[in-house]
């Protein structure tokens, strides 16, 4: 019994364990992995993925799945670029309407939630599955992008709305911050709200919840709609840190947010995991994107190396699940 | 010909089979009987290599064996007829009974024409008249057990197990079975017969063996027993539980069903539920019956709100007309399910007793929209200590629990949406005679606290023991309704039986 519950216990932070022994490998291999100006670099490049994976960690704990991350962030972040810059003309009435930071967000952050909304609707009406409608999201998205953009970046957006991506706050870079409140109000639903306890029930027995009285479609519409809001928050500090709208932002975005989640443990056929593990597998990759830059690894071994990291991580997560 | 000695299979919680011993001869059939959950259907698997960690040894023609999968005890000549119809919906017939023999031409490929004449000559010897083509889905649920059948034919099996293979099939089916049983016998194979209908087995059997509670308690030669003997041996026990008289306060209508209608999900012009009408009182238990794909199940479901877009007719609760498109509407309006498959439908099993005692009720059991861990944990311990739960802690996942806890789980979260009337479909499958006696004192005992009580179930003895009154379905028809002191195990069953086939014999 107390074996078995040390092993609850390893099981339970062998993520943290794999982040720990990656960072003391890392510091002794190269001098300038624990400078604390490296630390915040890692920090703030994974701050975009921790946006979006933790809107994938919802969805996948209902045992769904969301492809169009990418794209979304994509065409959020440059609807605002372009409502921030150009405004909105309607030249038959004479008219400009132009956007504040504020109002420019608002609008990107809306986009993303009627995408998301609208995975969601698709997925519950039609019984699509969420990994063939979020496909067809993740083109179709990628395609307005680039009629948006006309398919070239829309760049010059003005220093406050730059803020966003670089600036500091309190010795602390914004998109930490707004990664971490993110976060904590994640793990706020997740563990002590009834929608974060549907979520969890219904990726552990739909048809039990369904029976029970919970609204399954209502509920898998919210965590799509939550997942697209996500994506489009990574899609605003992705712009807001490069100054400019990229029309082939957020590429393979996807894969890094499903990595992060499958790293931290959450199970793809959902109803086990959690918002704190997704986060860990984010620093993971993080980290050992870092390490591989500073070690000067070549980007083509970069790639191979994370994909066996993953596939590990899946392995080790079998592996326990079969000795519950 | 098979010798199966001192065989004990164990479950988490539960030993399902405590060293049993078992004896088949050649040509001969032996009846396997026994309640549900005496462990009949596990000792089957155990012979056919769906079970492979047990203790004990299997004696086949005299060499031990020990099969890793049912793959290898088809090899050795044993043939199975799942209980449970293990048809592939969208493959044919032919596709179906070769599945994973198929028979290929001299150039690898599937020899399709010969599949099908195969396919052919069995559904002939069967009597089942249809193409060797259809899909089984477009099937009926006792010509799929046929087809079932058929399946086990094909192999030229020496040992044939077959568990329940009456329970979807009747009348001159049932004949057309008998006699092919009767040619198997002369070409020297050895039978299994497990099935509840006691006539059955006097008909067919040549040997006995008894099974109760995971235990074997008698084997023999049929001749030499009766009817009467044969239920003490398998019940072992008077069953306890009596029906309180009907209590004079039984007047309130509390559930009424008119004219409630069901189509079928695929085929449009069948229906599964045909102008069913009857009503529920305050503090009654109304027991229904009937055999598999009688509607039992479907009728539970959509007084539950389930198939609101393929049924019509009228619910009305207290008097009160609804309309009911989901569960949650149900539920509100005082109503609750407890289905069949409780694996599958009553529970999360992954998640721990907390979480689903209070998944019905946890808008309850907020403070300011934050879940309470207090009022979570008082109402789990409210319910282990009411229904007498055995668990060590409400943080156990309810997979580790046996299968008479995890149904008084699904019992308990929905006792706490304080419902007017319950639905039990099945509500004591698989799980042992203790947790049984237990759950019908509990549903008599809900039933004095004013609930108006559903209880669906294919099993006769439940049915007798529990009801006021009982309603008998056969093919989504109401066909009979006795009051406990009119019921008996005869007179249901001959109303259960499909007029199609019963008007064919008379």
């Known amino acids: 019994m107390n074996l078995a519950l040390d092993k609850d216990k390893l099981l339970r932070f062998q993520s943290l364990i794999a982040l720990f022994l990656l960072c003391v490998g890392l510091s002794i291999l190269s001098d300038k992995f624990l400078s604390v100006s490296n630390l915040w670099n890692v920090m703030r490049q994974i701050s975009v993925n921790i946006c979006i994976s933790t809107g994938m960690t919802l969805i996948v704990l209902t045992a769904g799945i969301d492809l169009s991350v990418g794209s979304v962030l994509a065409l959020c972040g440059a609807i605002t670029a372009g409502l921030l810059k150009s405004g909105i003309e309607i030249p038959s009435d004479n008219l400009y309407i132009g956007f504040t930071v504020l109002g420019a967000s608002l609008a990107g952050i809306l986009t993303g939630s009627a995408l998301g909304a609208l995975n969601g609707w698709t997925i519950t009406k039609f019984k699509v599955p969420p990994f063939v409608a979020t496909l067809a999201m993740l083109t179709v998205a990628r395609g307005f992008t680039m009629l948006w953009t006309k398919g070239f970046p829309i760049s010059g957006l003005g220093d406050t709305f730059l803020f966003l991506g670089t600036g500091w706050f309190l010795g602390v870079p914004v998109p930490v911050w707004i990664s971490a409140l993110i976060v904590v109000l994640a793990v706020f639903i997740t563990t002590k709200t009834r929608l974060g306890k549907y979520i969890y029930a219904i990726g552990g027995n739909e048809s039990a919840s369904r029976l029970s009285g919970i609204q399954v479609n209502r509920v898998k519409i919210i965590v799509y709609t939550i997942g697209g809001a996500l994506a489009a928050v990574g899609g605003l500090l992705v712009t807001s840190r490069l100054d400019s709208a990229q029309p082939n932002a957020g590429v393979s975005y996807e894969l890094d947010s499903i990595a992060a989640v499958v790293i931290g443990g959450t199970s793809l056929s959902g109803g086990r995991g959690s918002v704190l593990g997704t986060v860990q597998g984010a620093l993971i990759i993080g980290v050992l994107n870092n390490g591989l830059v500073l070690l000067n690894v070549s980007p083509f071994w970069q790639q191979v190396v994370k994909g066996l990291v993953i596939l590990l991580a899946v392995i080790i997560d079998k592996a326990n699940s079969k000795n519950d | ?506």
């Open chain 2, 1 to 506: 010909m098979l010798t199966a000695e001192n065989i004990t299979k164990r479950f988490p919680g539960v030993v399902a089979l405590d060293n049993v011993n078992l004896t088949l001869d050649a040509g001969k059939v032996t009846a396997l009987i026994g309640e549900n959950g005496a462990g009949k259907s596990t000792l089957m698997k155990i012979l056919s290599g769906v079970y492979v960690d047990y203790e004990g040894q299997i004696f086949w023609k005299d060499n031990l064996v020990k099969f890793n999968n049912p793959k290898e005890a088809q090899q050795h000549g044993i043939a199975i007829i799942h209980q449970e119809l293990n048809l592939i919906p969208y493959l044919t017939i032919t596709e179906n009974i070769f599945l994973g023999r198929e028979m290929l031409s001299q150039y690898g490929t599937l020899d399709k024409n010969k599949m099908r004449r195969k396919t052919q000559e069995l559904l002939d010897r069967l009597k089942l008249k249809v193409a060797p083509e259809t899909r089984v889905v477009n099937l009926k649920v006792g010509q799929q057990q046929i087809v079932e059948i058929a399946k086990a034919l094909l192999t030229e099996a020496e040992l044939i197990i077959m568990d329940e293979p009456t329970s979807a099939i009747t009348g001159s089916e049932v004949e057309v079975l008998f006699g092919i049983i009767e040619e198997l016998k002369v070409e020297n194979k050895a039978i299994v017969y497990v099935s509840h209908k006691l006539d059955e087995l006097f008909r067919i059997a040549d040997h006995f063996v008894v099974l109760r509670d995971g235990k074997s308690v008698d084997s023999g030669k049929m001749q030499d027993i009766d009817q009467d003997q044969l239920i003490t041996k398998m019940v072992g026990r008077k069953i306890e539980v009596m029906r309180k008289k009907l209590s004079q306060g039984a007047t309130e209508v509390l559930l009424q069903i008119e004219n409630l209608t069901l189509q079928h999900a695929l085929r449009k012009n069948e229906r599964i539920l045909k102008d069913i009408n009857f009503e529920v009182r305050r503090g009654e238990i109304v027991g229904i019956f009937g055999l598999m794909g009688a509607g039992r199940t479907e009728l539970l479901e959509t007084i539950f709100g389930l198939h609101a877009a393929r049924s019509q007719g009228t619910i009305r609760v207290e008097g009160k007309a609804l309309s009911i498109s989901k569960p949650a509407q149900a539920i509100a309006a005082g109503l609750a399910l407890v289905p069949e498959d409780r694996k599958k439908d009553g529970l999360v099993l992954g998640m721990d007793v907390k979480t689903n005692i209070c998944l019905t009720t946890l808008a309850e059991l907020e403070i300011m929209g934050i879940s309470s861990e207090n009022k979570e944990l008082a109402l789990t311990e409210k319910y282990i200590g009411e229904l007498k739960i055995k668990t060590p802690s409400g943080k156990q996942q309810a997979k580790n629990l046996s299968g008479g806890n995890q149904q008084k789980i699904v019992l308990a979260k929905w006792l706490a949406t304080k419902p007017k009337l319950l639905l039990l479909d099945e509500p004591t499958r698989g799980i042992d005679i203790h947790a049984k006696s237990e759950i019908y004192k509990l549903i008599i005992q809900l039933a004095d606290n004013g609930l108006g009580i559903i209880v669906v179930s294919s099993e006769l003895p439940e049915i007798l023991a529990v009801s006021d009154r009982v309603l008998v379905m056969a093919e989504g028809e109401l066909t009979a309704e006795f009051t406990s002191a009119e019921a008996t195990e005869d007179l249901i069953l001959k109303a259960a039986i499909p007029h199609s086939i019963y008007e064919k014999q008379l």
